[in-house]
């Protein structure tokens, strides 16, 4: 069964600009959820979705949106970007087929460079 | 709140010794840990979980960890440490209601020839 995989792996942007991010989950998996990783702040959670619906969002600014369709791949978009937005964003998928917590599978991350 | 607590952000071993790396965890319930590695410029691979089954969780690449609710602890061992376990290693735990995990700030590996 084929992993998380992310699109583009690595991306360079300017400041001010808008980036989008894609993200397909393994096959059968309806949760998707994504972290940023910076080397000051760590990983954290910006947002989870599950069957098109965000359930929980992390302490991040407007600028951070993301949606999912309907074959669970979720996309997060980034506006008017600042340089400390530059990081690794890493997608994750879970089966979520129940109520209780279950694991976490990563993608390899897009690393994104704001100029 | 659930957290988790990483002790010690580098860890240098020699190569063949034994691999310790510090995880503790805050959880009013019952909680679900987990332990990732992250190699560079690589995502996260998930070496180990705990989910109350045993207490004693073994894991890929020769990793377990032994979950002790006494002392809120879920630490990593390996009796013999190669070259190839280089990398950085993330305790986390998977929030109950909030659909998200919790990570560690990490524990960056080295081993030494």
């Known amino acids: 069964k084929a992993g998380v995989t992310q699109t583009p792996r690595y991306l360079i942007k300017t400041r001010g600009q808008q980036v989008t991010l894609s993200c397909s989950p393994i096959?059968?998996?309806?949760?998707v959820s994504w972290y940023q990783q910076t080397p000051g702040q760590g990983l954290q959670f910006l947002f989870e979705?599950?069957?098109?619906?965000?359930?929980n969002k992390g302490n991040f600014p407007g600028r951070f949106s993301g949606r999912q369709f309907s074959n669970s791949r979720s996309e997060m978009n980034v506006s008017t970007l600042e340089l400390g937005d530059s990081a690794l964003y890493l997608c994750?998928?879970?089966?979520?087929?129940?109520?209780?917590?279950?694991?976490?599978?990563f993608g390899p991350g897009t690393r994104l460079t704001v100029l | 709140a659930q957290s988790v607590t990483q002790l010690g952000s580098h860890v240098s071993v020699s190569e063949g010794a034994l691999v310790l790396l510090r995880c503790n965890y805050s959880s009013s319930v019952p909680p679900y840990l987990f332990w990732y590695v992250q190699y560079p410029n690589q995502g996260l691979q998930l070496l180990l979980k705990?989910?109350?089954?045993?207490?004693l969780v073994k894991g890929i690449n020769g990793f377990e960890a032994e979950f002790k609710k006494s002392e809120t602890s879920f630490h990593l061992t390996k009796p013999s440490a190669h070259m190839s376990d280089a990398a950085e290693y993330f305790c986390a735990v998977r929030d109950t209601g909030g659909f998200k995990t919790i990570f560690g700030a990490g524990t960056r590996l080295f081993v030494k020839a």
């Open positions: 705990y989910t109350s089954a045993a207490t």
């Open positions: 096959s059968g998996h309806r949760s």
């Open positions: 979705y599950f069957s098109e619906t965000q359930r």
């Open positions: 994750a998928s879970s089966l979520a087929t129940s109520g209780a917590p279950d694991t976490q599978y």
